[in-house]
């Protein structure tokens, strides 16, 4: 099967969406079928991947491109992107990683006009909430995660209590997160924090930890990559994720529970699908729920041992080969 991934970002941007589309793309390789991929983004290094990688082609390559194979798919909707469909049509396949709207939460005529397009496409949601956001009738695959990078070290410790990782804006809540390590220290309880990862938040948030009087429980890291980061996550209990906004999923998650963390997490959205029975959740921008949840947690760490048994079921669906089957499984009934 020849398949045409159409993706606006791609390496060497990074983020979650990039993460996905490069791994669905090798596992489709890996299983059989011919991959090639179009992005806007440009590099000027030469790293090599297992698919042919087409860098902002010009109107008449996409046209041909879209001519060769037997299905279209895009990771994510773009308008830009789907002009060829109307003079070559072929099967069209629709993955969903966030929501259609503007940054203030409103509509733009952009996001109206997608989910009218999104009728005449196969749709994929990564999570219920999404599915319920798009309302155009989708299947629900969760997202994958670097099965390969992130698991358990059992030689590693796990001697720590919380961590924090992911970009410092305001978005992510990290400043709920302190506030409610205040509160805990008010209840009698002063467990240590370390916050993985950078941002424009940060000089806020080491502020609002010595005006809490709590600096010497926080150390703030930086970002960290690869080997280091997977030992740093196997070191500790409790990864938690106190998103002000409903993320649409949660990849972070899948990256805590297979380092062995239990994962304590807001609500809303798709993260609760990621957390699945491996941790606990709170309503988005409750502080006070937040600080009942891990003083129960740090108080009964009895209690994490049963998140953590939960781990290996439940991340056996979130495996690289797993969901890319799910999606193959999708694109050959589309074709069929």
Known sequence: MKILIYSPLFYPSVGGLETVVSILAHEFVEQGHTVKLVSNVLTTDRKVFAFEVIRKPNPLTLLNLTQWCDVYFQPVISLKGIWTLLISPKPWVVAHHNWYTRPNGSLGWQDHLKKFLLRFATNISVSQALANHISTPSVIIPNPYRDEIFYEIPKIPRNKDLVFLGRLVSDKGVDLLIQSLAELKQMGLSPK???????????????????????????????????????????YKIMVIPSRWQEPFGIVALEGIACGCVIVGSEGGGLK??????????????????????????????????????????????????????????????IR
């Open 193 to 235: 924090l370390t916050i993985i990862g950078s941002g424009l938040e940060e000089s806020n948030l080491r502020e609002q930890a010595r005006v809490l009087t709590i600096s010497e429980q926080i150390e703030f890291v930086g970002l960290k990559v690869e080997q280091e980061l997977i030992e740093l996550l196997n070191t």
């Open 273 to 334: 699908d990621a957390i699945g029975p491996c941790g606990v959740t709170f309503p988005n921008g409750d502080v006070q729920a937040l600080t009942q949840t891990l003083f129960n947690l740090l108080k009964n760490p009895e209690q994490l041992a049963n998140y953590r048994a939960n781990s290996d079921n439940h991340l056996l669906r979130h495996q690289k080969s797993v969901v890319a089957k799910a999606y193959l499984e999708v694109i050959e009934a589309v």
